[in-house]
């Protein structure tokens, strides 16, 4: 076998695998997913961050979004923001947000903070829908946007429950 | 009348960065879930938080559906003078509840 074609078929077997796996995590979720609502994807995701920033450039860094990469349940995830900022009245953080690519709704909440908070962090609890990428935007005081995002696992996801 | 469960420090250092958590006991219903018929349950979320100190915002939260069921939230803010730390929720159904908390500064 000429080395390429045994490139193709590792290529083309490595797909295979990927999309098994991709099937079976569709199946491992079950019964509810006729009734599942539409999720947001990728797209509506962007179209909520477009919302926020506008045309402005979104550059990484400053901001650390801190999350279990792994997540047994999606019903309540610890997720802490922090971001790297001295919170003086003249360079402070504005406003955090956070957006997820595959729950229902892109939007998870929307922190407004000043000067006063001391450190810009905050910790609380989230709902994921299924494995998927999560983003946090940081509004600086002078107008730039930071970000950092995380791709999470998750086994048993929310809002999938019938009773 | 939801049960809220907040802390405080009661005392604190003039300058000194405190942590406050506050969390609120709510279903958050997402809007998106079925009941047993198929049907949607209908939304019922806490769409606002917001803390002050003194009378004045250090806080304030806009929430959606991907908040897990009994909102919490952890933050911090400088302690700078004696006074009250008041905290306000409100959203769906006219959902409001406020609580309060007393913090002496030296």
């Known amino acids: 076998m000429k080395t390429s074609d045994r490139n193709t078929s590792w290529a083309s077997r490595r797909r295979f695998l990927i999309e098994t ?6 199946l491992g979720t079950g019964l509810p997913l006729s009734v599942r609502p539409a999720s947001a994807t990728a797209e509506s995701m962007r179209a ?3 919302k926020v920033v506008g045309d402005a ?9 801190d999350m279990p990469p792994l997540i047994e349940n999606g019903n309540a995830v610890a997720m802490t923001v922090s971001v790297d900022s001295p919170m003086t009245p003249d360079d402070y953080v504005e406003a955090i947000h956070v957006f997820t690519e595959k729950n229902p709704q892109p939007n998870v909440m929307e922190i407004h903070l000043g000067p006063r908070a001391g450190r810009a962090s905050v910790a609380t609890r989230i709902r994921l829908a299924d494995s998927q990428k999560v983003t946090a935007i940081a509004r600086m005081k002078d107008g730039s946007f930071w970000s950092d995002e995380i791709e999470v696992i998750v086994t048993l996801a929310a809002c999938l429950e019938v009773f | 009348m939801a049960r809220a469960l907040i802390n405080v420090p009661a005392k604190a250092k003039r300058g000194d960065l405190i942590e406050i958590k506050a969390l609120i006991s709510h279903e958050m219903e997402t809007g998106f879930r079925p009941d047993s018929t198929g049907k949607l349950l209908p939304r ?3 769409t606002d938080f917001v803390c002050k100190y003194n009378g004045e915002e250090i806080f304030r939260a806009v929430l959606y559906p991907a908040i897990s069921a009994n909102p919490f939230f952890s933050f911090t803010t400088v302690a700078t003078e004696s006074g009250t730390i008041s905290f306000e929720w409100s959203g769906d159904n006219g959902f409001a509840a406020t609580e309060t908390a007393k913090i002496t500064v030296e």
């Open chain 2, 44 to 46: 019922d979320i806490i």
């Open chain 1, 21 to 26: 796996a991709a099937l079976a995590g569709t």
């Open chain 1, 48 to 50: 909520a961050i477009r």
């Open chain 1, 57 to 65: 450039p979104v550059k990484k860094g400053k901001v650390k979004l």
